[in-house]
């Protein structure tokens, strides 16, 4: 895309992969100049988005569904915002055509799209962030908004000023209090500024001159016993200022006059240490050749050994390979000759089995008993079909013999 050479600069840089969290925060302020929440969140019912809302990070919560959604319709937004016609796509159309088609968008607009469509898909992840941003700049574009450096106030030099005088104050008020301090080894040294007050005191009394010649009248060792008391409180001291930089070029001389002094002792040892590490190093070089040339032979025994191993290994894998195919098929054949083992033991369990038999006996009996009682009840039929068949033939043979009786003769006297 347009940004590719800034972000190739990004990438390179440890915090590449916190860019797309700083790239949807500036996405966020955008769609907020755009007035996104009423003109997308309201109309579709959806909740404000979060800082980080498009950004895929494994620490964040993810819905795919929601944020593809999400990213379609705001990209349909942005697009229309921008000045060309794009139908806003539904929630269930196809996920290919609508990337597709926002893609086609983008490339109208002059942006380079060099990422496969697939990366928007999930609805999450740097590419989704980037088009956004594009589609929300061409938008602002043409609505003719663009950010500005902030303009800072000027702000007075006089509470600087102060604050640096103060600092000088305190600073000048340190340095004085440290002066101050009494050190042990100046305890009974003599300040030239107390002489100097001393020697003008004197001064300033009336001076009373002696009018005849002074002579001494103390001892000569008691008079050096009191110098040799009072010599270490004679001893004027004049203090150093610090911020003097006469004391830092003196400073300076000394500090390089011992870097001097320490090279020399130092560059003897460095050049000693030099030659024998030359020497040794010679040595290692020498006793290095003579192994090599002593070792030849064993290293082209070591390199016919390893051409032996690799062909050993080719051969091996060769063989393992075979080895591996014919132990698939026997566990093949293993498997079929299991289930024809079981079928046999279900054959041979039923075929050995005598409960049909049993079965059938039982069966039989109960047939010939259900036999007999029907020859039984054949036969009570049969006696009574008989008993029947007589009763009406003893009937038709009484009423034959009934119709076939003559009537009686008429006598002579009839």
Not at 279 to 293: F, M
């Amino acid at each position: 895309m347009a940004d590719d050479g800034r972000r190739g600069e990004e990438d390179a840089g440890p915090g590449a992969a916190h860019h797309v969290f700083v790239v949807m925060e500036v996405l966020l302020e955008k769609l907020k100049v755009l007035n996104y929440e009423e003109e997308v969140l309201m109309k579709h019912n959806m909740k404000n988005l979060s800082r980080h809302y498009f950004v895929s990070s494994p620490y964040l919560a993810s819905n795919p569904g929601e944020q593809f959604f999400m990213f379609t319709v705001i990209a349909a937004w942005l697009i229309n915002e921008a000045g060309r016609p794009f139908t806003e796509p539904q929630e269930y159309d196809e996920p290919n055509a609508t990337v597709s088609n926002i893609l086609a968008e983008l490339r109208a607009f002059g942006v380079k799209v060099d990422f496969p469509p697939s990366k928007l898909k999930s609805g999450s992840g740097e590419h989704v962030c980037l088009v956004l941003d594009r589609l929300a700049e061409e938008a602002l574009r043409r609505k003719g908004f663009s950010f500005r450096r902030p303009n800072y106030p000027t702000e007075t030099t006089e509470e600087e000023s102060v604050m640096e005088d103060d600092a000088e104050l305190t600073l000048s008020k340190v340095e004085e209090e440290m002066i101050e301090e009494p050190d042990d080894d100046e305890e009974n040294v003599m300040d030239l500024e107390a002489l100097k007050l001393r020697t003008t005191h004197t001064e300033a009394e009336p001076s009373s001159k002696p009018d005849e010649i002074l002579e001494s009248t103390v001892d000569a060792s008691e008079w050096n016993l009191e110098v040799e008391r009072v010599l270490p409180q004679l001893k004027v001291t004049i203090r150093t200022d610090n911020k003097d930089w006469r004391i830092h070029v003196d400073q300076m001389h000394q500090h390089r006059d011992g870097i001097k002094s320490s090279l020399k002792e130092a560059k003897s040892y460095l050049d000693k240490l030099q030659e024998d590490i030359g020497k040794t190093l010679e040595k290692v070089s020498s006793r290095e050749k003579y192994i090599n040339n002593q070792l030849e032979h064993l290293i082209q025994e070591y390199r016919s050994a390893q051409a032996k191993l690799s062909e050993a290994k080719e051969r091996y894998q060769q063989a393992s390979g075979g080895v591996t195919e014919r132990t698939r098929v026997l566990a093949e054949i293993s498997e079929e000759l299991e289930k024809v083992k079981q079928e046999m033991e279900e054959k041979g369990s039923s075929m050995s089995d005598g409960a049909p038999v049993v079965k059938i006996k039982q069966s039989l009996n109960k047939l010939k008993q259900e036999i007999l009682q029907m020859d039984v009840r054949i036969g009570v039929v049969e006696h009574t079909l008989l008993q029947a068949k007589l009763k009406e033939k003893s009937n038709m043979t009484r009423d034959m013999h009934a119709t076939n009786i003559p009537e009686p003769a008429a006598g002579p006297f009839s």
